[in-house]
């Protein structure tokens, strides 16, 4: 399916870049869920997980929850081979695990399991970022939108992954704020929420919050607050300002909003981001960078792919995804740039506390604040 997906955004490349332009990009070893069955007795979990160096020996599937289950690591996955083409050992990375129901006991609904990759113990926040979280019953697969309107937001998604990874977004953006000081209270913004994928999900790990989300996509906007009314949904602008009054938001996160936007655009909205946080609080914002480049990289040239590795950022790649959705779809891009690149680029508007690659699947996280004394626009 994402093979499919990729070819209809990118025509073949007329040059494209060799295994030595892509090895070396990136050697954070990177992991999807793509299938959950669930029955009577057992629940079955699937996906990929590319070996660090090739070695299938060094990835772990582990849980902290009372879960009896059996893993089959690694399986032949030829298909992970047509994007992860530079990856050693990518056409055996898939697994299964399957969970022994009856057996099995968590906190609550949701199993939640995690993947140790060897060497990569003391990365910080390793067990944020491999989190996956698997539910017991089919319940948390129901009330989602038609199948356009969902792969128009996760383009290379299945239904009932789009809902187990909204819960494990949904951990991940809050447990990392705490790791920086949030107190899982106040208003949170999900800027770009797309159908409410992760918003959904916030209150189970931050009772105390207000749960706002907005998005340029009104026929997203318009079925999330209809069929999730606890969270105020609206339609946001394409350039700011936004409707927020400034210093209303703890925390604002944005998951694959500024992959789509331009610099010049990303800078605006980096400044709205700071008027409506408040003084001391967070912004949590993915990019996409080297492990994005080399994710799509048998679609691109090596020129483009020269130019990144030379600047740190590529040249802007279309998107047609908002035709017919909004009313500049030209507005909407697939934009590249690498940690360092997406660094600077946020320094002159908050402070950055945090800078991590493919915190959320391929794509990169930055951690910002808004100074504390700071009281001003
Ligand atoms: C790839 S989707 C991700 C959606 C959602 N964050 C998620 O992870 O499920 C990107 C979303 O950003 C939205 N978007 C792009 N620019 C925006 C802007 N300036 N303000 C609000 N939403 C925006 C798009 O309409 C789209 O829904």
């Known amino acids: ?26 050697d954070v070893p990177l992991f999807s869920m793509n299938g959950i069955a669930i029955s009577e007795t057992e629940i079955v979990f699937s996906g990929l997980a590319l ?19 059996r893993t089959e690591y690694p399986l032949p996955t030829p298909g992970a081979k047509d994007y992860y083409w530079y990856w050693p050992g990518a056409e055996q990375c898939g697994f299964r695990i399957t969970i022994d129901k009856a057996r099995s006991h968590s906190a609550d609904d949701l199993f939640r399991f995690y993947i140790d990759f060897d060497g990569r113990k003391n990365a910080p926040l390793e067990r944020e970022r491999t989190a996956l979280f698997v539910p017991r019953t089919a319940e948390l697969f129901e009330n989602f939108p038609a199948l356009e309107a969902l792969q128009r937001v996760q383009r290379f998604d299945n239904p009932q992954c789009v809902a187990a990874r909204g819960v494990g977004d949904a951990f991940r953006m809050t447990s990392i704020a705490a790791h920086h000081g ?7 913004l999900d800027w770009g ?13 931050a009772p105390q919050t207000r749960v706002k989300g907005v998005d340029i996509d009104p ?11 606890s969270i105020d949904f609206s339609v946001g602008p394409l350039m700011p300002p936004t409707a927020y009054e400034s210093g209303s938001f703890s925390l604002i996160y944005g998951i694959s909003v500024m992959t789509h936007l331009e610099p010049r655009v990303q800078k605006a ?81 908050l402070d950055v506390l945090g800078a991590h690659e493919c915190m959320f699947g391929y794509q990169d996280l930055v951690i910002l604040q808004r100074p504390l004394q700071d009281d001003g626009a």
């Open 1 to 26: 399916m994402i093979q499919r997906a990729l070819q209809k955004i990118f025509s073949a490349p007329v040059a494209p870049p060799t295994e030595e332009d892509i090895a070396g990009l990136s």
């Open 51 to 69: 070996p660090p160096g090739g070695d299938y020996s060094a990835v772990e599937f582990k849980s902290d929850d009372d879960v009896v289950f």
């Open 182 to 188: 949030w107190t899982r209270d106040g208003n949170v």
């Open 193 to 205: 929420a797309g159908h409410g994928r992760v918003a959904r999900h916030i209150s189970r790990f």
């Open 219 to 229: 026929q997203n906007i318009a079925w999330a607050a209809e069929h999730l009314p």
């Open 269 to 349: 909205w980096l400044a709205e981001i700071h008027r409506i946080l408040k003084p001391g609080g967070l912004a949590l914002l993915t990019f996409s960078g080297d492990a994005a480049v080399a994710f799509i990289s048998r679609w691109l040239d090596a020129g483009w792919i020269d130019t990144y590795l030379k600047t740190g950022v590529g040249p802007l790649l279309p998107s047609s995804d908002l035709v017919g959705v909004i009313d500049t779809p030209d507005y909407y891009k697939n934009v590249h740039q690498n940690l360092q690149r997406t660094v600077e680029t946020c320094e002159p508007f």
